[in-house]
Each structure stands twice: as structure tokens, then as C-alpha cells.
């Protein structure tokens, strides 16, 4: 069994400070085997608030595994955006942009899919998907196979196509015919778990798992109560288990819990 808490769009710099407090205890009574950090961690890329993203990313369990996101990329500082888009990141947070954590159960990659092109868009380039497609076509067929990116590969009702990453058609097949399980992303603040067939059609029917995290800590809601999700694999069932918090000084609680399971066809809810 492992346990992943995947965590998103926190945005220091525009972030409850008091929901923060509440995150880093529940995170810590829930001692997972991984944090995953969906990109987001700051509002405008400012040093001060990668100070404070970097602080708060020290006060949780280790291993962590974290990608960008859009507000990671300065927006206003032109030379900055276009130059040198994620110097802080890599400064303050990772200068690692290909993350991965494998052991005897998981193999999780990460993607950088922030760009400095667009305002909210997100990409992934031939390069990274080739690189990711011979990192995971090598892992063994054993272990539950997650990819994670900032922006993501499905939307729920209503959303802005332009909000799922560049060239979703042709990276997804690619990367679920190298047996990818599970599509972790953030960047939309509202909690979503679909079906991979539901948008993409593969050739052999199998669906995969894209699962969104709403916002952790951003005072920009879109509805929500700030959320994180706690992810529990054992074998060929995944559960995942919504924290939500209203009011910080209530602090965080067990809001859903979704069960999956893995058969030949891919995943599907039970
Ligand atoms: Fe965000
Ligand atoms: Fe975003």
C-alpha cells in the first residue's frame, strides 16, 4: 500500500495563511510515503513568495515531487518571463524539471508543462514527451504508473479548452500505451476525477484515471473550500480521499472518498 497526498495551487503571495497552517498539520498526522505539489506554489513567481513556498515545502514530509505552474512564470518582469522563466523556481524550490519517485510499487513523473507564450496555457513539447515515453515504457508493468503536471488533461463541465495542456491528443495515447495509470494536475482550483476515454479514444479502449486537485490554500476559490487529496494504492485499487477545509480555524476534514479499480480495460469506479 503507499499513500500520496497531492497538493495544489497554494499561491503564496494570495494564499489564507491560516488554511496554510492548517495544511502542514493534517499533511503531517497523515505521514504519506509521497507529496506530490502540482505547480502554483506562488502568485506572481516574487522571491518573497518563493521564500515562502520554499518554507512551507520544509516544514512537510519528505519525499516530495514538484513541477511548476503558470504563476510560477513572472508575468509582468518581460525580461524575466521570456529570458529566464523559472530561475526562481529552480532557485528556490527545484532545479530539478524532470522529478520522479520510484520504488517497488510507484513510478511517478513529473512534467513541466508552464510556458512563458501564454497568459494560462500550458504545453508539452515532442522532446519531454519522447523522454517521458522511454522513462515509463521502461518501468515494469508491476507498479502504478502517475504522471503529474500543472495544467491538466481533462476538464470538468464548463471549463475553458484552452485551460487543458497543449497537445493533449497526441501526448495522451502515447503515455497511457506506455502503461500510464494516473494523471495527477491542478491549475482550474476545483476537484475533478474523470475517465481518460471520456475525451481520448485509444485504439485498445483503455482508460486511464485523470484526477484534479482544487486549490490548497488561494483565496481564489472558484466555489470550492480550499482542497487537497490523499491518493491510497494498494494493488489494483486506488482510493482517493478529498481533505476540505471552510473556516481555517475548523480546520481540514474527510469531505469524499472515490474508489477505482484496474482491470484490463483500465481503471474504472466501483
Ligand atoms: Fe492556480
Ligand atoms: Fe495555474
Redesign the pocket.
Known amino acids: 500500500m503507499r499513500r500520496i497526498i497531492h497538493i495544489s495551487?497554494i499561491h503564496f503571495g494570495q494564499a489564507d495563511y491560516g488554511v496554510v497552517e492548517r495544511l502542514v498539520e493534517q499533511i503531517g498526522e497523515l505521514s504519506p510515503d509521497l507529496i506530490v505539489v502540482s505547480?502554483?506554489l506562488t502568485q506572481r513567481a516574487r522571491a518573497k513568495q518563493f521564500t515562502e513556498a520554499r518554507a512551507f515545502l520544509a516544514r512537510l514530509p519528505q519525499p516530495q515531487l514538484i513541477v511548476p505552474?503558470?504563476?510560477d512564470v513572472p508575468l509582468y518582469n518581460v525580461f524575466d518571463r521570456f529570458i529566464n522563466p523559472l530561475t526562481k523556481f529552480k532557485k528556490f524550490i527545484t532545479s530539478d524539471l524532470t522529478p520522479e519517485f520510484i520504488d517497488e510499487e510507484l513510478a511517478v513523473f513529473g512534467i513541466n508543462t508552464a510556458r512563458s507564450m501564454t497568459i494560462?496555457g500550458g504545453r508539452v513539447s515532442h522532446e519531454q514527451v519522447e523522454e517521458l515515453e522511454q522513462r515509463l515504457c521502461a518501468i515494469d508493468e508491476g507498479k502504478t504508473k502517475i504522471i503529474v503536471t500543472?495544467h491538466p488533461f481533462d476538464l470538468p463541465e464548463g471549463f475553458d479548452e484552452d485551460d487543458i495542456v497543449g497537445r493533449a491528443k497526441k501526448v495522451m495515447p502515447k503515455l497511457v500505451e506506455c502503461g500510464a495509470d494516473v494523471f495527477l494536475a491542478?491549475?482550474l482550483h476545483v476537484s475533478h476525477i474523470t475517465h481518460s476515454a471520456r475525451r481520448y479514444k485509444l485504439e485498445n479502449g483503455y482508460s486511464a484515471l485523470i484526477i484534479q486537485a482544487g486549490t490548497a490554500a488561494s483565496v481564489r476559490e472558484r466555489g470550492e473550500d480550499n482542497s487537497f487529496n490523499l491518493l491510497e494504492l494498494e494493488k489494483q485499487i486506488l482510493r482517493v480521499k478529498r481533505f476540505q477545509c471552510g473556516l481555517p480555524e475548523a480546520g481540514f476534514h474527510l469531505a469524499t472518498t472515490e474508489q477505482f479499480s484496474k482491470s484490463e480495460r483500465g481503471w474504472a469506479r466501483m
Do not use: A, P, S, V
Open positions: 495551487d505547480g502554483d505552474g503558470n504563476h494560462k500543472h491542478g491549475h
